[in-house]
Nanobody, 122 residues
Framework: VQLQASGGGLVQAGNSLNLSCTAS????????AGWFRQAPGQEREFVAA????????LYADSMKGRFTISRDNGKSTVDLQMNSLKPEDTAVYYC????????????????WGQGTQVTVSS
């Protein structure tokens, strides 16, 4: 497994959750990393991305101000801190990595992790 996501679970609305993705990719430290999510019956959507050195981040509009993406290349991890969770944040969350920010942002990264379920109760 090259990308392993963890940290999902069941939380009440308004609470927080931190997702973590551990990479075994040799190229992780020079790759853009990001998160996507897919709710039941919906298409997978972009959540956030971070450049290889953490210098730039990109968020979907609905996540700005609530979600924070970060990475630790020494540990080969990329985290997604999710605050003020809402029931509509319920989805399977996937981590991803790619050398290209645009390719990742467009939903076609070279590497996908398995998903982790996040359920937010009202």
């Amino acid at each position: 497994v090259q990308l392993q996501a963890s940290g999902g679970g069941l939380v009440q609305a308004g609470n927080s959750l931190n997702l973590s993705c551990t990479a075994s990719l040799r190229t992780f430290a020079i790759s853009v990393a990001g998160w996507f999510r897919q709710a039941p019956g919906q298409e997978r959507e972009f959540v956030a991305a971070i450049t290889w050195n953490g210098g730039s981040t990109l968020y979907a509009d609905s996540m700005k101000g609530r979600f924070t993406i970060s990475r630790d290349n020494g540990k080969s991890t990329v985290d997604l801190q999710m605050n003020s969770l809402k029931p509509e944040d319920t989805a399977v969350y996937y981590c991803a990595a790619d050398p290209s920010l645009s390719r990742l942002r467009d939903g076609a990264p070279l590497h996908w992790g398995q998903g982790t379920q996040v359920t937010v109760s009202s």
